[in-house]
DNA sequence: AATACATCCAACCGCCGACCC
DNA sequence: GGGGTCGGCGGTTGGATGTAT
């Protein structure tokens, strides 16, 4: 069969993403979910493919995400997965909380691969440990709901995350690191139909009035949930108190830090 | 200071499987 | 069962950034 391109070429933006599409995006997957990424982009306001869009909230905006240095620990997982898994990106990344396939693939090619590559003594002595991993994981895979979000190391890794060094790790394990779904009670999430109903019922007129965030966050600015947690989402996981953000978007001098 | 080169990583592309009608 | 849509995945690319000359 042939298939529809997943966006009109024409029209549509392409490229790195500004910080005025990064806070529409943000600001409606926060309030709304992921519904319908084709669709999303045209109630969001934003000239994107839905697949750009998807990306970019799971690559870069959605919570949770860890940034920067990777620790020992995680690049002996990589390299131990990456044997057994081959090149599943996806399937390491769920081990690792908070680190996406496409971070994960390119720290292999630029660091893990070459390093590999010059030192492959150190491969050897990783993948012969390996046995004793794997008998974990299956363990674990036993043990865990099949549906279960949180990979083993979910723990160890987020209380170390340098993103959110005020995040406990109850709530850490109270938000989906894999799952662009928001769930809490007013919110969608992309699975749940009744979830969905349940929004309906809340938003009234959301599904005939595209959201456009201009308008609804020309009125209050976009930060006001970091400085008054609730305000704009009362039900959301920032009402707890947490950074909205994945990496800190604001400076306290400068304002703004994208 | 200017240029060339190397490296990194965000984003795009095309394919696939699941699902729906 | 076939056609169409969608989300997700892995491979690849090219712009941004860093480093060397």
Redesign the pocket.
């Known amino acids: 069969?042939?298939?529809?391109p997943?966006c009109d070429k024409t029209g549509l933006k392409?490229?790195?993403?500004t910080p005025e599409e990064d806070r529409k995006l943000m600001a409606y997957v926060t309030k709304y979910g992921?519904w319908?990424?084709?669709?999303l982009p045209k109630y969001a306001g934003l000239s994107r493919c839905?697949?750009?869009c998807?990306?970019?909230w799971v690559?870069?905006l959605r919570p949770n995400i860890k940034r920067g240095n990777y620790s020992q620990e995680e690049e002996d997982t990589i390299i131990r997965l990456h044997e057994s898994l081959g090149?599943?990106?996806?399937?390491i990344a769920a081990q690792l909380p908070g680190r996406t396939?496409?971070?994960i693939?390119?720290?292999w090619?630029?660091?893990l691969k070459k390093r590999l590559k010059e030192n492959p003594a150190a491969y050897e002595a990783k993948v012969e440990s390996d046995d004793v991993f794997e008998c974990e994981t299956n363990q674990e895979k036993e043990l865990e709901p099949k549906n279960s979000i949180q990979g083993p190391l979910t723990h160890q890794i987020l209380e170390s995350s340098p993103m959110s060094p005020q995040q406990s790790s109850s709530e850490a394990s109270s938000m989906s690191t894999d799952?662009p779904a928001i769930t809490s009670t007013n919110m969608v999430t992309?699975d749940n139909g009744a979830s969905m109903e349940k929004y309906e019922e809340l938003s009234g007129n959301f599904w005939t009035e595209p959201f456009v965030a201009d308008s609804a966050y020309n009125r209050i600015d976009f930060l006001a949930p970091l400085a008054e947690p609730g305000y704009l989402f009362p039900h959301s996981p920032v009402s707890s108190g947490e950074m909205l953000c994945p990496y800190s978007v604001y400076d306290e001098n400068d304002g703004l830090n994208w």
Not at 1 to 4: A, D, E, G, L
């Open positions: 069969m042939v298939r529809t997943c392409k490229g790195t993403w992921c319908n990424w084709r669709q839905g697949k750009s998807r990306l970019r690559n870069y090149n599943k990106w996806s399937a396939d496409n971070e693939k390119n720290h090619h630029t660091n799952t992309c």
